[in-house]
């Protein structure tokens, strides 16, 4: 069974950086890609950012580019995103997604990816 579960979501002042962090099991990741999506009330589920496991890849959704950076710890089967220079507008629930594919493509279509985590809350204050 495939579990993925964030943590490090939390409060923040704009300009200010977190770490959320998504551990998964029960899987070989490495015909994944692993993705972060947020959703903020009222809005769609929206893709930030993404990661091949088996090659490193990534992806980055341009409202975050050159502040988010995602990254894995194999030995640990994580997946990291590091924010920096936080704005309000990134407040949202940030969900951790799993999608098997063979290709390096990724899909911003939500309902494509198979496995989800529960959602981290962050909040950015201004």
């Known amino acids: 069974q495939v579990q993925l579960v964030e943590s490090g979501g939390g409060w923040v002042q704009a300009g200010g950086s977190l770490r959320v962090s998504c551990e998964v099991s029960?899987?070989?990741?490495?015909?994944?890609?692993l993705g972060w999506f947020r959703q903020a009330p009222g809005k769609g589920r929206e893709i930030v950012s993404a990661?091949?496991?088996?090659?490193?890849?990534?992806y980055y959704a341009s409202s975050v580019k050159g502040r988010f950076t995602i990254s894995k710890d194999a030995a640990k089967n994580t997946v990291y995103l590091h924010m920096n220079s936080l704005k309000p507008e990134d407040t949202a629930t940030y969900y951790c997604?799993?999608?098997?594919?063979?290709?390096?493509?990724?899909?911003?279509?939500?309902?494509?990816?198979?496995?989800w985590g529960q959602g981290t809350q962050v909040t950015v204050s201004s």
């Open positions: 997604a799993a999608l098997k594919t063979v290709t390096t493509y990724v899909t911003p279509d939500s309902a494509a990816w198979g496995h």
């Open positions: 029960g899987v070989d990741l490495n015909p994944y890609t």
């Open positions: 990661i091949k496991w088996n090659g490193g890849g990534t």
